[in-house]
């Protein structure tokens, strides 16, 4: 088929050699790592280390050396690689920015904290108007609502349906995935408003955006444009004016507007090995902005707002005090927040990860690289230290249910890059030889361990390592 494109992926290596302390160990766990996402075999990390305390690793040459001969195919054959991961840069990878992706409609920008405020008051007020009633006056409302009960719940019940009409009748499928989700603002204005945040984005940026002459701009213009190529059967996918930004930052983050501005850090592309990875990562962010997810994520916190000011006024009526009121507003907050809104964006990061594979495929990338990238992400947080935190505190999946995600995916995206001719995929897997590899580095660390220990004052208390 015309939409489906080949990448041919080959290159020569070079030799480098890190120096590093024989007695640090966490020296040589970052440079071990670096052979680790870099070797093309098992043999490369089998000589990374030698008697004179040196590291030696065979490192391809950077992607961006050979932007000009540029072609794109999944024969199997050891792909070309951006430069050597350095570890001491990683951040938490996001493919969104920690704010929403676009900003909401105007309107409600100014409304909702006035929402809020009118509700706080309000019911502030209700309580203070109880408090101030005569103990006779009291029991007389009490009586008359004992009396009532039945059309105060009829009132209660009509503001549940009018809740429940609202949201079913702006109900509508999510484009590629047909899922059904809530959608209440207008897609075009939305878009429209993305424009502006992308003024404001290319405003902080503006003295850090590589020119269209930089070698690494050329090789994400390239697998850009290959990818959209291979996808433009898709009609939202064709209908977006797609723009490529490449921002010289050390964070690995990537990010897609609703209007097609993509983002992508020069941390990222010093964090994926191949052509491969990268394919995956920017058919996720085309997949966000495909589906729409912007819209969709602002459409949820605006209905779960509107039904939160309803609790807030009942919260600031019923607490005897302010600052119990404000204690019952924090909690819930944060229940909406870990209930709904991040559970909710984490469902929408796994749908880009799907549907982002889906686009790889047809792309004629190797579509089991994506699970090697998290596999690459969570063994560098655990060589750095980082704390790992549980994911239902999270806006995003863990690395590790990532890559478990992607693995249970790939068997699909291999019968839809299958059915785009591509060719066959010759040569390991790379999931293979990153365990391998991984279990290789692993052994190495225990033999430098067991070296530095056995030269070690035995007076002197033992060093905690770190455990993988």
């Not at 870099?38 to 065979?58: L, M, P, T, Y």
């Not at 995956?280 to 729409?292: K, P, Q, R």
């Not at 997810?293 to 949820?300: R, Y």
Request: charged share 20%.
């Amino acid at each position: 088929q015309d939409r489906c494109q080949r990448l041919d992926l080959t290159g020569k290596n070079r030799n480098c050699f890190l120096t590093g302390s024989p007695d640090s160990y966490k020296n040589f766990i970052s440079k071990g790592l670096r052979c680790l996402l870099n070797a093309q075999n098992i043999e490369v990390c089998k000589n990374a280390h030698d008697s004179s305390g040196r590291f030696g690793f065979q490192f391809p040459r950077p992607l961006w050396e050979k932007t000009t001969s540029l072609q794109i195919s999944s024969v199997g054959q050891v792909p070309h690689r951006f430069s050597a991961w350095n570890i001491q840069i990683i951040r938490s990878f996001h493919t969104s920015p920690s704010f929403q992706a676009a900003p909401f409609p105007l309107l409600w920008i100014i409304v909702k904290p006035a929402q809020k405020l009118l509700a706080i008051i309000l019911g502030r007020s209700i309580r203070k108007w109880w408090q101030a009633l005569p103990p006779n006056k009291r029991e007389l409302f009490k009586e008359s609502a004992r009396k009532n009960k039945w059309k105060i719940l009829l009132g209660a019940s009509s503001l549940g349906v009018l809740f429940v009409t609202f949201y079913f009748t702006n109900l509508e499928e999510t484009p590629v995935t047909g899922r059904t989700r809530l959608s209440v603002f207008g897609k075009e204005h939305f878009r429209e408003l993305s424009r502006i945040e992308c003024d404001m984005y290319m405003e902080e940026f503006k003295n850090k955006m590589l020119p269209e002459t930089d070698a690494r701009y050329q090789v994400v213009e390239r697998v850009f444009g290959h990818l959209y190529e291979s996808n433009k059967d898709i009609p939202q996918v064709a209908a977006l004016k797609w723009v490529i930004h490449v921002v010289d930052e050390p964070d690995v983050n990537a990010f897609a507007l609703p209007n097609g501005e993509v983002f992508i850090f020069t941390g990222l592309l010093s964090a994926v090995s191949d052509v491969h990875q990268l394919t995956f990562i920017l058919g996720h962010e085309i997949a966000h902005a495909v589906l729409e997810h912007a819209v969709e994520k602002a459409s949820l916190v605006h209905f779960l707002d509107f039904l939160s000011l309803i609790f807030l006024t009942v919260i600031w009526a019923v607490c005897p005090r302010d600052s119990m009121a404000v204690v019952g507003q924090w909690i819930q907050s944060k229940l909406k927040e870990f209930i709904f809104n991040r559970p909710y964006n984490r469902t929408l990061e796994a749908e880009a990860d799907k549907v982002g594979l889906q686009f790889a495929a047809k792309a004629c990338v190797d579509v089991r690289a994506s699970s090697v990238f998290w596999q690459q992400m969570e063994l560098a947080k655990t060589i750095q230290g980082q704390p790992t935190l549980p994911e239902w505190l999270s806006t995003h999946p863990s690395h590790e249910n990532r890559a478990e995600h992607l693995d249970r995916l790939i068997p699909e995206a291999l019968k839809i890059r299958e059915s785009c001719n591509c060719p066959s995929l010759s040569g390991p897997d790379p999931r293979l030889l990153f365990k391998l590899n991984l279990q290789h580095l692993l052994e190495s660390s225990e033999d430098q361990e067991t070296s530095n220990s056995s030269n070690q004052d035995l007076s002197k208390p033992k060093l905690d390592f770190p455990h993988i």
